[in-house]
């Protein structure tokens, strides 16, 4: 017998409402082994903003369900503190290790002034501070008006933080790491401050695109001079590096630089023989082949 037409979207809403229920309770599953193998209590948080964080590590790990992460945070002390770390946005400062700024503007600006428009991509950019960082050093060499910033992460949290430019920082703190990072003016002019926030002047953000963008699933959209990606691969599970890494190299110009934190290294990547060390200590690379 042929059901009713109106019989129809009944039934696909009693489908998609068990599937929601089945998403709560793998959450809550999640988030009760957290709990008991970590103490750490994130059961009462808002469960929207969980669900989202949950899914970002279900895709960086690799996986295709909750339950799937459940399992592998159980048997994966890594994964598991990858898992607790995405629970909460952690603040940084614009300037954090102004060596690595200071790198940059010796080494790749000068580079990167001889072209008459440069792509720039910052790969896991966060809360988005070292953009706007990124973003004064640019204005500053007179080069941010000819000069497109994509700053991408698989956190939206994050990036709405990002888009606002609004941080809760100290400025003489801020600013000292400016100086120490070889800021060429006054860091007044390009903050302002309300109340306990520091505000990043809005035209910094015109050259900047930000974009939900996850580098352990998602391809290549471009290619660019600069790839800024610290911390990014040790971010990610050990069977999704290799990929990161790849898809790090399959974005860059030849000629273009690469930057890394301090705990990642292309020793550990097939492309090693692509790159020559610019600053190896910083981990900054240019990509020769």
């Not at 100290?170 to 903050?191: H, I």
């Not at 990642?264 to 023989?273: C, H, K, M, Q, T």
């Amino acid at each position: 017998m042929i059901e009713p037409a109106d019989a129809l979207p009944a039934a696909e809403s009693e489908s998609t409402a068990a599937q929601a229920a089945i998403s709560v309770i793998e959450v809550q599953l999640l988030l009760e082994a957290v709990y008991l193998t970590t103490r750490n209590d994130f059961r009462s948080h808002p469960l929207p903003l969980l669900r989202r964080r949950i899914l970002e590590r279900v895709r960086a790990e690799g996986l295709a369900t909750i339950s799937a992460l459940q399992e592998r945070v159980l048997h994966d002390p890594e994964a598991l503190k990858r898992l607790v770390a995405a629970f909460a946005i952690s603040p940084s400062t614009p300037f954090r290790d102004p060596e690595f700024f200071l790198a940059l503007r010796q080494y790749v600006l000068p580079a990167l002034r001889t072209h008459p428009f440069v792509r720039i991509w910052v790969c896991g950019c966060g809360r988005g501070e070292a953009v706007y960082a990124l973003a004064v050093m640019l204005a500053e060499a007179g080069v941010l008006e000819r000069s497109k910033l994509y700053a991408t992460d698989a956190n939206e949290s994050a990036l709405e933080v990002a888009r606002e430019g609004r941080y809760a920082l100290d400025f003489e703190s801020v600013a000292a790491d400016y100086r120490a990072s070889g800021g060429l003016s006054s860091f007044e002019g390009f903050v302002r401050r309300e109340g306990r926030d520091l505000v990043f002047d809005p035209k910094l953000r015109d050259n900047v695109l930000f974009a939900a963008h996850n580098a352990a699933v998602d391809a290549s959209f471009n290619d660019f001079h600069l790839v800024v990606a610290r911390d990014t691969v040790a971010a990610a599970a050990p069977p999704v590096q290799g990929r990161i890494y790849e898809l790090l190299f399959a974005s860059l110009l030849r000629g273009g630089y690469l930057a890394l934190g301090r705990r990642e290294s292309l020793r550990s990547s097939p492309r090693e023989r692509c790159f020559v060390d610019v600053e190896p200590e910083q981990r900054i690379y240019r990509r020769v082949r």
